[in-house]
Nanobody, 121 residues
């Protein structure tokens, strides 16, 4: 049963923008956070950004904070990750996750199946 569903991935060119969405089919607690991670082939899963569901407070990995923006729409139970100035090294499977929140994947207990983002040079 799908509980978190990502969408919006695809093939883009370097310099393009892309927005990923994550819809939660479960009620998202106000104390929870929704986070975005990515995993490139042969690499560990990497934290990108997260947003506290109730307050909207956000935090980012230094590697993407100047290019990526996370947001959430409470009434739609949906989070988004706006990605600008994409680079070939951004190519990865992107995951959204929900949980108490932090910088570690272990702080998020519910995961989507991922969406592929490929950036061509």
């Amino acid at each position: 049963q799908v509980q978190l569903e990502e969408s919006g991935g695809g093939l883009v060119q370097a310099g393009d923008s892309l927005t990923l969405s994550c819809h939660s089919y479960l009620h998202t607690s106000g104390s929870d956070a929704m986070g975005w991670f990515r995993q490139a082939p042969g690499k560990a899963r990497e934290f990108l950004a997260a947003v506290r569901w109730s307050s909207g407070a956000t935090w980012y990995a230094d590697s993407v904070k100047d290019r990526f923006t996370i947001s959430r729409e409470i009434l739609k139970n949906t989070g988004r990750l706006q990605m600008n100035k994409l680079r070939p090294e951004d190519t990865a499977v992107y995951y959204c996750a929900v949980g108490p929140g932090g910088y570690s994947e272990y702080k998020f207990g519910l995961w989507g199946q991922g969406t592929q983002v490929t950036v061509s040079s």
